[in-house]
Every structure is written in structure tokens, then in C-alpha cells.
């Protein structure tokens, strides 16, 4: 697979070993976000799961079947604009993509937004 290596061997192993049906969106969608937070960490944690994080954690990355799902640690705090953000927790909020058309843009206002709050 050809994507921007990461810092983190780690990381680069994990997705390494996606399978070939999910890991083209990945790419993509981890591309939208280093993008749009050029200085976000990257890092595995919680067993399977890619985390973006500065001093604390912004964003995880959860791969499902045919998805991938964005969860947002403090969404709450996002304005939603584009109606995409789910869920009704008291802090989290969750953006699942499903096919490679998926929002670029509101991908990188919620990632702006989560850095910069």
C-alpha cells in the first residue's frame, strides 16, 4: 500500500495489515486528517485502535466491518455544521465513513476544531 509513513513503526505495521477491503478509506481518511493537523501524534492503543493526540487524545480511529468510525473525545464541544457528528454520551461524538466520497471538508473542520479546543 503506498500512503505517507507514519513516525511510529507501530503504526505503520497496523496498517500494514488492514485488510485490502478497508485499507485504501483508511488511507484516505488518515490523510484528510494529518492534513488538516499536520502535528497530531499518532499512536495504537486500546488493543486495535489508531489514537490522534497532541498533550491529550483527539480522536479514534475504530475499523468495522466496511466503516470506519471517528470518534471524537471531546465532540461535544464541536459545532456540528455539517450534521455528521453522532451520538448522545456526555462527552464523545462519532463520524462513521463509509465510502471513499465521505466529507473531506467536514472531516478537517471537526479535526481543526478538536486540536484547537
Known sequence: ???????????NEYIDNLSADIAPLFIE??????DAAP???????WKDCLVYCTSKNH?????????ISLI??????????HGLLEGDGKKA??????????????LQDY???????
Open 1 to 11: 500500500m503506498n500512503y505517507q509513513p507514519s513516525r511510529n513503526d507501530i503504526v
Open 29 to 34: 481518511v488518515r490523510a484528510c486528517i494529518l
Open 39 to 45: 502535528d497530531l501524534n499518532e499512536s495504537i492503543k
Open 59 to 67: 480522536i479514534q480511529t475504530v475499523v468495522g466491518k466496511g466503516k
Open 72 to 81: 471524537f473525545f471531546d465532540g461535544v464541544a464541536l459545532q456540528d455544521e
Open 93 to 106: 461524538r462519532t463520524m462513521r465513513i463509509k465510502s471513499p466520497d465521505f466529507n473531506r471538508e467536514a
Open 111 to 117: 479535526v481543526q476544531q478538536a486540536v484547537h479546543k
